[in-house]
């Protein structure tokens, strides 16, 4: 591969997530933008799990009930900081058009079937996290949907989720809803609604274009207003309607 070079990106004008929220905006949410993008030292509880203290609690509480009935919940990731995030989006980019001869374009849409721009993950805010059962064996990515699904191993945790992880305050972020876009389904992925709601308020607020043009990451000088006027739309905001 090559060595990593500084890029220097296109003039882009900014754009906001603009879109009028779905319930009153508290004008002062207590963010901050380099909170709400992953860059500060945010306190987080619990060893190997690495959440906020009221997402930890509920977590606690949810992996206990789960463990009464059978299922022993286990951390696949939490809480990741921007420059973790750059490092994963970077990975994926040299990987795909060094290794794999893709175009920067094709690439980019390649990764974020999945992965997300540094800075616009949930997984900043220490309130979203992806989660197996330990029980079961199981080989190779545990993250793919079909391990959750009818005849995987982890088909009877699904449906106990299902039935009671928005009790603890999880939702589901990315569903099979079939006109839902932006991000594939993901059965593993879940966010701590009381906290991860008024964070993402907050976040709509920013001006992500302008911000990102701050950045020097692999690729992001591919990143045209119109691509991340989508990219919010789809892979921001579409996601379940209940964690709006």
């Known amino acids: 591969m090559k060595r990593r070079t500084f890029i220097k990106k296109t003039a882009i004008s900014g754009v906001a997530c603009t879109l009028p929220p779905f319930f009153p905006m508290n004008p002062d949410l207590g963010y901050s933008v380099d909170e709400l993008m992953g860059k500060a030292d ?26 009464a009935d059978g299922f022993d919940i286990k951390m696949v990731s939490s809480f990741r900081d921007f420059y973790r995030q750059e490092g994963i989006w970077e990975r994926k980019y040299l990987r795909f058009t060094e ?8 690439a980019i849409d390649k990764i974020i079937e999945y992965s997300t721009i540094p800075g616009t993950s949930r997984h900043h805010w220490g309130t979203d996290i992806d989660i197996i059962d330990g029980y079961p064996k199981t080989s190779g990515d545990v993250l793919v949907p079909e391990k959750f699904e009818a005849g995987g191993p982890f088909a009877d945790f699904k449906v106990w989720l299902d039935e009671n992880s928005e009790r603890f305050g999880y939702y589901l972020v990315y569903t ?8 594939k389904y993901e059965p593993w992925h879940y966010s701590y609604a009381p906290i991860s709601i008024p964070m993402l308020t907050a976040y709509r607020k920013l001006n992500i274009l302008k911000l990102l043009q701050k950045e020097e990451f692999l690729g992001c000088e591919h990143f045209t207003s119109g691509f991340l006027r989508t990219y919010i739309q789809d892979n921001i905001l579409d996601i379940n309607q209940n964690l709006l």
């Open 176 to 183: 099979d809803e079939p006109k839902r876009r932006g991000f």
């Open 42 to 67: 945010i306190e987080l509880f619990g060893k190997g799990i690495n959440l906020r203290k009221e997402a930890f609690e509920a977590f606690e509480k949810m992996k206990k009930a789960a463990y």
């Open 99 to 106: 290794d794999d001869g893709m175009k920067p374009l094709d």
